[in-house]
């Protein structure tokens, strides 16, 4: 049963998706198995001496194909790799000339091709292309390209594998998917609940130095202050993290954040902060508010570390169905493209990955007059996720 020995391989490999990865495979191994049924009514496919059936080369080519998928999923190898490699055998399994995959990116969900192969000369007007969609759960996540001659037919085993084969790495696309949207997920969380907070810290660790160098006193106390509470709040949010697996909200939901946001950004940073909420009756789901309020913070947190800047503005609004949030300031500016690369590259990423989830984007941009603009817009669908 070399299609029970390839399900328990992959079942006991991914436990997470195990369940409907190996029905994918068991519904292979069906198929070859019926194709062996039907075989058994043609005396020519059975061996006389030993009474065994014979398999087909089509039949050995789907085991040897599910084969390679079993055991390329079973591991933690490169998923790309994987369906790069599997082309050739896919190809020669229904006697395609060339054959090619595209997988959805994670940038934009267009199709891009990672690979191609051409087994035979190309005929040019006497091919016809075969496209099998990569789908789990009503999502595609790519699609496998088959270049056939006008007069090659697929039969009906073979276009039944190819439905499967689909589902069965579409399956494993969306597990790469999910596993990769929850690294991020992971990644902008400790960026935002911890790394900027421990970055305040440590921006404040020479100024306290300098206190204690010139014997004030009330200065070294209040970066003491400073330090500690940074300190504390970043223990609270990777306990946070850890248990929930999310930087906390604000129990009284985003407006109240926002107030509380603003007086420690202004008591830490002496900048002037000026609040200016157009949308008092604005109603958010609890992602969506926690979304807003970690691409606030990111923002304020820019201005703190970069800008120097005496001003700035928070506005919130609906303009046409949509939410606008705009932070603002008077300070340098937006920074130069090499200055982005190097500095607040990653918290940019994590606030357009922010954006992305609730359904909008955001823009910065030189505010006019000087400093930078911050500009975040997404549609306001009341109860919606993100």
Not at 43 to 57: E, F, L, N, Q, V
Not at 154 to 175: K, M, N, P, Q, Y
Not at 328 to 343: N, T, V
Request: charged fraction near 20%; hydrophobic fraction near 40%; aromatic fraction near 4%.
């Amino acid at each position: 049963m070399a299609g029970y020995a390839i399900w328990a391989i992959f079942a006991c490999s991914k436990p997470q998706l195990g369940g409907e990865l190996g029905q994918a495979l068991w519904r292979v191994d069906a198929l070859k198995w019926s194709n062996v049924d039907c075989m058994r009514r043609a005396p020519a496919r059975w061996s006389h001496k030993d009474g065994r059936h014979t398999m087909s080369d089509s039949e050995i080519q789907i085991t040897e194909v599910c084969a390679r998928v079993a055991a390329g999923l079973a591991t933690d190898g490169d998923l790309h790799s994987l369906l790069i490699d599997l082309l050739e055998p896919i190809a020669q399994q229904s006697q395609a000339q060339a054959a090619s995959i595209s997988v959805k990116a994670a940038e934009d969900g267009a199709l891009r091709q990672i690979g191609a192969i051409q087994l035979g000369p190309a005929q040019a007007g006497s091919m016809r292309a075969v496209q099998v969609p990569l789908t789990c759960r009503g999502h595609t996540y790519g699609q496998y390209e088959l270049e056939l001659t006008v007069g090659a037919v697929l039969g009906e085993s073979t276009v039944s594998f190819h439905r499967i084969l689909g589902t069965l790495l579409g399956l494993a696309l969306h597990d790469a998917c999910t596993e990769r949207e929850s690294r991020q997920a992971v990644l902008a969380d400790v960026h935002d609940g911890i790394a900027q907070t421990l970055a305040f810290a440590r921006m404040r660790m020479p100024l306290l130095e300098a206190a204690i160098s010139r014997h004030d006193h009330a200065q070294a106390r209040r970066y003491c202050d400073d330090v500690r509470q940074a300190l504390g709040s970043a223990h609270t949010n990777l306990r946070a993290i850890l248990s929930q697996g999310q930087v906390p909200m604000h129990p009284k939901g985003l407006k109240h954040a926002l107030y509380s946001s603003i007086q420690t950004f202004q008591a830490q940073t002496q900048v002037d902060l000026v609040f200016d909420d157009r949308a008092p009756d604005l109603r958010l789901s609890a992602g969506q508010e926690s979304q807003v309020f970690l691409i606030v913070q990111e923002a304020l947190a820019n201005i703190a570390k970069h800008a120097r800047a005496q001003h700035a503005w928070l506005h919130i609004g609906q303009q046409d169905e949509q939410v606008v949030v705009r932070v603002e300031d008077d300070g340098a500016g937006p920074p130069e493209p090499a200055d982005a690369e190097s500095l607040s590259h990653f918290g940019m990423d994590i606030m357009r990955q922010r954006a992305t989830r609730l359904g909008g984007g955001v823009h910065v941009e030189a505010r006019a007059g000087g400093g930078t603009c911050m500009r975040l817009t997404f549609p306001a669908n009341e109860g919606a996720t993100a």
